[in-house]
Nanobody, 126 residues
């Protein structure tokens, strides 16, 4: 059975950086588009960005230029490099996977994805 496990969350001051990792297992990782979704307390899940099976990257306007997504198919890992962090970036960050069907799904709804991690907390505060 497929599984995604996130790590790397924590507390950081505004303007700081953090790198999240997501390890995949139990499914053909190289055939899947990989996405990061975040959910702040009391808010709906927000799509952060994605990297498709062909390594094309996509980002929401709120993180473009500050966040970078990468993947390593040999290690079955996907990463989210976050810099210039703001308090509004505080959220639980989830890694999600969806079999590539031609276009990346830019949505935060868990139902869009075939695989979903347990999440890792990121807190940006002074």
């Amino acid at each position: 059975e497929g599984q995604l496990v996130e790590s790397g969350g924590g507390a950081v001051q505004p303007g700081g950086s953090l790198r999240l990792s997501c390890e995949a297992s139990g499914f053909p990782f190289e055939k899947h588009d990989m996405t990061w979704v975040r959910q702040a307390p009391g808010k709906e899940p927000e799509w952060v960005g994605a990297i498709d099976r062909d390594f094309e990257e996509y980002y929401s306007e709120s993180v473009k230029g500050r966040f970078t997504i990468s993947r390593d198919n040999a290690k079955k890992m996907v990463y989210l490099e976050m810099s210039s962090l703001k308090p509004e970036d505080t959220a639980v960050y989830y890694c999600a996977g969806r079999l590539h069907i031609g276009t990346v799904v830019a949505g935060g709804n868990r139902a869009y994805y075939h695989y979903w991690g347990q999440g890792t907390q990121v807190t940006v505060s002074s």
